[in-house]
């Protein structure tokens, strides 16, 4: 998934930014920061495919 398209789905999806934000605040990082992560990437696949 594209950079591009992780930001999208961040602004877009409520469900994906609850679950960023909680992983924002759980690993003291930023949301750009996050969505770099490997682990966030997949989550918003699972998003995306349901």
Known sequence: ???ENIKNEYMFSSKFR???DKYCVQHKIT???ALKHEIVRQ???QYTEV
């Open 1 to 3: 998934m594209s950079g």
């Open 18 to 20: 609850q679950y960023v």
């Open 31 to 33: 949301v750009d920061e």
């Open 43 to 45: 989550v918003c696949l």
